[in-house]
């Protein structure tokens, strides 16, 4: 268990500049997860904290030691790779004990490390085998043993599950948040995939072109983000945006006018604002509904999807060529070209200034 600790910390491949001086506090014991566009930097930036790139400027520490200058091996990491990076000619247990030899074990002293965590993991009955002779998941526990039985201080984790299907990442995702909990170790861990962004984070880093747009806890994020950026990002599907102008501001919201004449309030603190100012009105897919009349966006239907669970309708935004789409309950009806009335709470929007930084919400945690 460490802390980890940015400052200022930049990274330049050439006179191309990746990282722009990157800040942040990671606590002993704590889940962070970097998401971010494709490009933006989490792996440079995982790969900076792992010493497999150097820094090109600031500092970074690890347990309160600056490791800027020490190699991989000195810092008391582990990685897992989405690749997995297995040893091809070595059989599950000596990939799994690897580390330890390197630092010196003898194979008395690692034969218990890594049967226990063989054990934890539910490999036993694949120690003997070639990684050639395992499935994906298989694999990758194989990889994510191999870190844990080196004891490291931080695990450094770049999107492990990506090649799993879907019910596999799911029991993979359970088995890291009760890694976490039993090991009690730092980990960060980047992804593309929204859900286990939210379930496995204490917080989450929001990453755009090398800079951070946003920390906090993945409720703070998802209801309170700082800008537009942030709102669009995570969520899926994502928030639906429509410009507007602000047309009057009030003590319980600031009333909008959107392309069309049409009228709707948002419970945001309008302070600041003037009336005519233009701002982005957002509002969630699941928070929509088909209403007759009220706090509504006017739409035309374009395409029903059905989940089983749930319909996504999209629809054509007023004034715009953007698409809205709104979860509704499964087995909607609704015909391709209908006019439909979109309602939401007020205290369900959001309101962002032409800049896109975020209004504050009144009551962002409102049912
Ligand atoms: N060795 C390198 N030399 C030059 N540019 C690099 C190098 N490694 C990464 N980059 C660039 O740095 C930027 C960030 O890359 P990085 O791999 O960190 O992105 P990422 O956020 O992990 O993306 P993805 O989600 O696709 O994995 C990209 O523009 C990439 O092309
Ligand atoms: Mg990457």
Same mark, same amino acid.
């Given at each position: #268990?460490?802390?980890?600790?940015?400052?200022?910390?930049?990274?330049?491949?050439?006179?191309?500049?990746?990282?722009?001086?990157?800040?942040?506090?990671?606590?002993?014991?704590?889940?962070?997860?970097?998401?971010?566009?494709?490009?933006?930097?989490?792996?440079?930036?995982?790969?900076?904290?792992?010493?497999?790139?150097?820094? &090109?400027?600031?500092?970074?520490? @690890?347990?309160?030691?600056? $490791?800027?200058?020490?190699?991989?091996?000195?810092?008391?990491?582990?990685?897992?790779?989405?690749?997995?990076?297995?040893?091809?000619?070595?059989?599950?247990?000596?990939?799994?004990?690897?580390?330890?030899?390197?630092?010196? #074990?003898?194979?008395?002293?690692?034969?218990?490390?890594?049967? /226990?965590?063989?054990?934890?993991?539910? =490999?036993?009955?694949?120690?003997?085998?070639?990684?050639?002779? *395992?499935?994906?998941?298989?694999?990758?526990?194989?990889? =994510?043993?191999?870190? @844990?039985?080196?004891?490291?201080? $931080?695990? +450094?984790?770049?999107?492990?599950?990506?090649? *799993?299907?879907?019910?596999?990442?799911?029991? #993979?995702?359970?088995?890291?948040?009760?890694?976490?909990?039993?090991?009690?170790?730092?980990? @960060?861990?980047?992804?593309?995939?929204?859900?286990?962004?939210?379930?496995?984070?204490?917080?989450?880093?929001? %990453?755009?072109?090398?800079?951070?747009?946003?920390?906090?806890?993945?409720?703070?994020?998802?209801?309170?983000?700082?800008?537009?950026? $942030?709102?669009?990002?995570?969520?899926?599907?994502?928030?639906?945006?429509?410009?507007?102008?602000?047309?009057?501001?009030?003590? =319980?919201?600031?009333?909008?006018?959107?392309?069309?004449?049409?009228?709707?309030?948002?419970?945001?603190?309008?302070?600041?604002?003037?009336?005519?100012?233009?701002?982005? *009105?957002?509002?969630?897919?699941?928070? *929509?509904?088909?209403?007759?009349?009220?706090?509504? @966006?006017?739409? &035309?239907?374009?395409?029903?999807?059905?989940?089983?669970?749930?319909?996504?309708?999209?629809?054509?935004?007023?004034?715009?060529?953007?698409?809205?789409?709104?979860? +509704?309950?499964?087995?909607?009806?609704?015909?391709?070209?209908?006019?439909? %009335?979109?309602?939401?709470?007020?205290?369900?929007?959001? %309101?962002? /200034?032409?800049?896109?930084?975020?209004?504050?919400? %009144?009551?962002?945690?409102?049912?």
């Amino acid at each position: #268990m460490a802390a980890v600790n940015l400052r200022n910390v930049q990274k330049r491949f050439g006179d191309v500049t990746t990282l722009h001086g990157i800040d942040l506090d990671i606590a002993e014991g704590e889940f962070v997860v970097f998401v971010g566009p494709s490009g933006c930097g989490k792996s440079t930036l995982l790969r900076t904290i792992a010493g497999l790139e150097d820094i &090109t400027d600031g500092e970074l520490k @690890i347990d309160g030691i600056r $490791v800027n200058e020490l190699p991989p091996v000195k810092r008391g990491i582990s990685m897992v790779f989405q690749s997995y990076a297995l040893y091809p000619h070595m059989s599950v247990f000596d990939n799994m004990a690897f580390g330890l030899k390197l630092a010196g #074990m003898n194979k008395v002293e690692y034969t218990p490390h890594v049967m /226990r965590v063989a054990k934890v993991l539910q =490999i036993e009955h694949l120690l003997e085998r070639k990684p050639a002779a *395992l499935s994906g998941g298989q694999r990758q526990r194989v990889a =994510i043993g191999r870190a @844990i039985v080196q004891k490291p201080k $931080v695990f +450094l984790f770049d999107e492990p599950l990506s090649n *799993l299907d879907a019910a596999l990442r799911v029991q #993979m995702r359970i088995e890291i948040a009760r890694l976490h909990r039993e090991l009690g170790a730092t980990m @960060i861990y980047v992804t593309h995939d929204q859900v286990e962004a939210m379930t496995l984070a204490d917080r989450i880093v929001v %990453l755009r072109a090398g800079r951070i747009e946003q920390v906090g806890s993945p409720i703070e994020l998802y209801h309170e983000p700082a800008n537009l950026f $942030v709102a669009g990002f995570l969520g899926s599907p994502s928030m639906n945006c429509v410009q507007g102008k602000v047309a009057a501001i009030e003590s =319980i919201g600031v009333e909008i006018e959107l392309p069309g004449k049409q009228k709707v309030r948002v419970a945001v603190d309008g302070k600041g604002a003037k009336v005519g100012d233009q701002v982005t *009105l957002g509002v969630r897919p699941e928070h *929509l509904h088909l209403v007759q009349e009220g706090n509504a @966006i006017a739409a &035309t239907a374009l395409a029903l999807e059905h989940l089983g669970d749930a319909s996504v309708l999209y629809l054509q935004a007023p004034g715009s060529d953007e698409t809205l789409s709104a979860r +509704l309950p499964a087995l909607t009806r609704i015909a391709d070209g209908q006019k439909c %009335l979109l309602g939401f709470k007020p205290e369900h929007g959001y %309101l962002f /200034r032409a800049d896109g930084s975020a209004f504050r919400r %009144l009551n962002p945690l409102a049912e």
